[in-house]
């Protein structure tokens, strides 16, 4: 499996930014792709992540409401749109992929996902 993350940036606190993670190179029909963050000096922590077989998202409680977490099947892609950033949110995002479906514990946990994308910075001026 090979995971090919795009998008981030700079944003003014309040704006927007999209990311998004291309999967490919696999033959598995149940997975589950996640987005993970990492700041300097803090621990990796998990962001959104959604599920194959419904699309079921699941958010962590500091980026509920503001971030959205999609897929495209066709395109076999996962964006992450985010909303309203502010001076939390900055810090290396990686998507992240595991071949299972994976219960809502084990969608917060990194150990979970064998594949790992590139991070992407993601910065918001105040």
């Known amino acids: 499996v090979q995971l090919q993350a795009s998008g981030g940036g700079l944003a003014q606190a309040g704006g927007s930014l999209r990311l998004s993670c291309a999967a490919s190179r696999y033959t598995f029909s149940t997975y589950t792709m996640s987005w993970f963050r990492q700041a300097p000096g803090k621990e990796r922590e998990f962001v959104a992540g959604?599920?194959?077989?419904?699309?079921?998202?699941i958010y962590a409680n500091s980026v509920k409401g503001r971030f959205t977490i999609s897929r495209d099947k066709a395109k076999n892609t996962v964006d992450l749109r985010m909303n309203v950033l502010n001076p939390d949110d900055p810090a290396i995002y990686s998507c992240?992929?595991?071949?299972?479906?994976?219960?809502?514990?084990?969608?917060?946990?990194?150990?979970?996902?064998?594949?790992w994308g590139q991070g992407t910075q993601v910065t918001v001026s105040s």
């Open positions: 959604i599920r194959s077989s419904d699309g079921n998202a």
């Open positions: 992240a992929f595991s071949p299972r479906r994976l219960i809502t514990s084990a969608v917060h946990d990194p150990a979970y996902y064998p594949y």
